[in-house]
Nanobody
Framework: QVQAVETGGGLVEAGGSLRLSCTAS??????????IGWFRQAPGKEREGVSC???????IYADSVRGRFTISRDNAKNTVYLQMSNLKPEDTAMYYC???????????????????WGQGTQVTVSS
């Protein structure tokens, strides 16, 4: 059974930085065969895509985070990182990573197509 575990959330002041990690296990093939997406959900709002990495490192970003967030992967550790810089109060949310085999999803896929989700890690940015 594929599992994804997020770590690295916390409380930070506006302008600060955090690095989230998503580590996957139970995979049926090599880690780089999988797309990894980061999503976030603020109270009262729908879950939205933040960033995604797949296909030998191709990545995408939401307009709201482009230039401030950087996604990367370490295939040897089955881990994807989301480096978040210049954080804003509006970045406050529960952050989730999701994964599935790249034969089934791509970084343009709806979040509803991902089968494997982590439990989430809270990011709170104070003003």
């Amino acid at each position: 059974q594929v599992q994804a575990v997020e770590t690295g959330g916390g409380l930070v002041e506006a302008g600060g930085s955090l690095r989230l990690s998503c580590t996957a296990s139970g995979l049926s093939s090599a880690f780089d065969d999988y797309a990894i997406g980061w999503f976030r959900q603020a109270p009262g709002k729908e879950r939205e895509g933040v960033s995604c990495i797949w296909d030998r490192g191709s990545d995408i970003y939401a307009d709201s985070v482009r230039g401030r967030f950087t996604i990367s992967r370490d295939n040897a550790k089955n881990t994807v990182y989301l480096q978040m810089s210049n954080l804003k109060p509006e970045d406050t949310a529960m952050y989730y990573c999701a994964t599935d085999h790249a034969a089934l999803v791509s970084c343009g896929s709806s979040l509803y197509t991902y089968n494997y989700w982590g439990q989430g890690t809270q990011v709170t940015v104070s003003s």
